[in-house]
């Protein structure tokens, strides 16, 4: 905002993001006088003043009335770099504030979103670099219509972190049960294995949704379907993914 030409007050109100009706107010209270005018009368800013309304504008950025303001530019202990690095120093805490704020409304609208209502903190530790809500808008274009989907959202609104915990357990119990049965060499079609299918499908209906055949199905061709489901489930064994439809497939059909 600085300069070494007078300014008329509309350019200064261009400048520095004011109305010239404030600018007028600024003068008439005293707080931010022009330095001079033109032969027509209209008000001229130079460098000192456009100084003085930099000042200004920082201390009501901050919140300070105009009264205040005012008598802190006036005092003659007044020193504008010091009052520079009272600002900055303030300023830092309000972003600091404001960045606590922003963090609040993202994980309310996660909340909103994926139905769990966690610390950042805590989502880390339950379900470390997968963030559901990378997933929630797109689960919700896919299946916010259905009966499933609304009472997994109800059901999942309510659980705490020690409640995600024991479901992530369980679902990792279940994994390492498949894993085990596919070093030995057994069958994805086979009775074991469609055995933990079922498991699976309990797990699911337990904790979310009636986790019917027909949708268990669908879930399992999902999973080798979408590049990101198979590397996330592969992330507990390679080839896990693929496993897991099969089985879920033949359980499927063994009903």
């Known amino acids: 905002m600085e300069t070494d030409t007078a300014l008329t007050v509309g350019a200064v109100a261009r400048l520095s ?3 010239v009706r404030t600018l ?3 003068d008439e209270i005293g707080l931010v006088s022009p330095g001079g005018r033109t032969d027509a009368g209209y008000r001229l800013y130079g460098r000192e003043e456009m100084a003085r309304l930099q000042e200004v504008l920082f201390f009501r950025e901050l919140g300070f ?4 303001i005012g008598r802190i530019l006036e ?3 007044y020193r504008r770099a010091d009052a520079l690095r009272r600002q900055r120093d303030l300023l830092e805490r309000k972003a600091g504030r404001l960045g606590n704020l922003i963090e609040a409304v993202d994980r309310a609208i996660d909340a909103e979103r994926t139905g769990i209502t966690m610390t950042p903190e805590d989502m880390l530790e339950v379900f470390g670099d997968f963030d559901p809500a990378d997933y929630a808008e797109e689960a919700h274009e896919r299946w916010g219509g259905t009966e499933a989907y609304a009472e997994s959202m109800r059901r999942t609104a309510s659980y705490t972190k020690q409640d ?4 992530q357990e369980e679902a990792n ?4 049960a498949f894993l085990a049965l596919m070093d030995e060499g057994a069958p994805a079609g086979g009775a074991e294995a469609m055995d933990l299918a079922e498991r699976h499908r309990a797990h699911i209906s337990r904790w979310f949704y009636d986790c ?3 949708i268990h199905a669908g879930l399992g061709e999902m999973y080798v379907a979408d590049p990101r489901f198979t590397a996330n489930i592969d992330r507990a064994g390679a080839g896990l993914a693929e496993y897991l439809s099969r089985a879920i497939a033949a359980n499927s059909i063994r009903v």
């Open 17 to 19: 993001g004011v109305t």
């Open 24 to 26: 007028h107010h600024y």
């Open 65 to 68: 009335p105009l009264d205040e």
């Open 75 to 77: 005092d003659p202990r």
């Open 164 to 167: 995600w915990l024991r479901i």
């Open 173 to 176: 119990d279940i994994n390492q």
């Open 212 to 214: 019917s055949y027909e």
